[in-house]
């Protein structure tokens, strides 16, 4: 290949790029992979068969429908909300970039900041910085809470555009304390407030009520944790007004056809074999925090997710590299430093799946 001159584009790009590194999933052969929260392959044949029929009937040719129409509407009546209140996007991290896009100009001549919590998404802080609002992180509590005091202080201090709560959260699989989230979102009045519920068919309580209630509470969700991380389709629920604005943001068909087809078999002629596949994940979950529990050497948080979130007395990076090298792919956050460098998360898997893990794991401690 012939030798390219080289681009010089320091001075052509956003200052904030250079902080930034691209999201890459770990890569590699592993016999177990429990390390991206997605849901273990558990739809049936006659499932599969479906979804095949319906992606044979595209019309390939055309561009899909610009509005997901027959999509937004199956949500809305899912969530007992409006038209006017769903927006569709490539996965929820389009959305929650759209929510960024929107608020990112300053407001009485201060940077619009992001205020969020930490450890959690790691796609808020990306997306904030990638359109250089400020990112503020306020600590979770030493349960993996909301620590409501400190983050009322950096409302107080900050005055946030965007507040971003991922309940229940990733990486931690805690749910927010709804009265301490509540307390967040009206000392946020004035600021847009996320509630990102990524993972919430596999919890006891979401934080519609709050939505309802409160104007400056958008919620989101996906599909991509319930056994359809393939077609990246999320949702945006918000009112309209914001909505609106938001749909100026959204490229035309960001959704496919083929997305919102199997999106809306998803959502209703396979609503059922979608809540086996949940319970089924929901039992393996319980199992594996009882099994996790009898070990020695690690302790274990109560999740509300579809992975566990869990303290190794020795560093995580070991853990992760003895589980590793027995072919189980977990996620480490030792390098993250601090009161992370002893957790680790993992995804719940098949029945199969687990009990690798759980094999590796005891080896590993
Ligand atoms: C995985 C995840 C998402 C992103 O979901 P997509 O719909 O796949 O973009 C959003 N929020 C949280 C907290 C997640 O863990």
């Given at each position: 290949m012939a030798c390219l001159p080289e681009l010089s584009l320091p001075r052509l790009l956003r200052p904030e790029l250079a902080e930034l590194s691209a999201y890459v999933p770990h890569a590699g052969e592993y016999r177990v992979r429990l390390d991206a929260n997605e849901a273990p392959p558990l739809l049936g044949v006659e499932a599969r068969a479906r979804l095949g029929a319906a992606a044979a009937r595209i019309a390939w040719e055309r561009y899909p429908d610009a509005t997901a129409h027959a999509l937004r509407t199956a949500i809305a009546a899912k969530l007992g909300v409006t038209l006017p209140e769903v927006l569709t996007g490539v996965g929820s991290d389009e959305l929650i970039a759209l929510l960024m896009t929107a608020i990112s100009g300053p407001r009485a001549s201060r940077r619009a900041t992001l205020l969020t919590t930490?450890?959690?998404?790691?796609m808020y802080r990306m997306s904030a910085k990638a359109r250089g609002l400020g990112v503020v992180e306020v600590p979770l509590d030493a349960s993996w809470g909301l620590s409501l005091p400190a983050l009322q202080k950096a409302v107080e201090l900050g005055e946030p555009s965007l507040v971003f709560i991922a309940s229940p959260n990733n990486p931690t699989g805690t749910l927010a304390d709804p009265d301490a989230l509540e307390a967040l979102v009206v000392a946020a009045k004035d600021a847009r407030v996320g509630i990102d519920e990524a993972y919430v068919d596999y919890a006891e309580r979401d934080h519609l009520h709050l939505y309802r209630k409160h104007p400056n509470v958008a919620i989101l969700r996906t599909l991509s944790k319930i056994g359809f991380a393939a077609l990246r389709v999320g949702w945006l629920v918000a009112r309209p007004e914001l909505v609106r604005e938001l749909d100026k943001l959204r490229l035309p068909y960001n959704v496919g056809s083929v997305s919102q087809a199997l999106a809306c078999l998803a959502l209703g002629e396979l609503e059922a074999d979608l809540k086996q596949l949940i319970a089924e994940v929901v039992v393996e979950r319980e199992r594996l925090t009882r099994a996790v529990g009898e070990l020695s050497g690690i302790v274990v948080t109560p999740s509300q997710a579809n992975f566990l979130w869990l303290k190794s007395e020795r560093p995580a990076a070991e853990v992760w590299q003895g589980l590793a090298e027995r072919g189980v792919l977990v996620r480490s956050f030792h390098a993250r430093g601090g009161r992370l460098s002893h957790q680790l998360r993992v995804t719940v898997g098949t029945r199969a799946e687990n009990d690798a893990f759980l094999a590796a794991l005891g080896e590993s401690l």
């Open positions: 930490t450890p959690t998404f790691v």
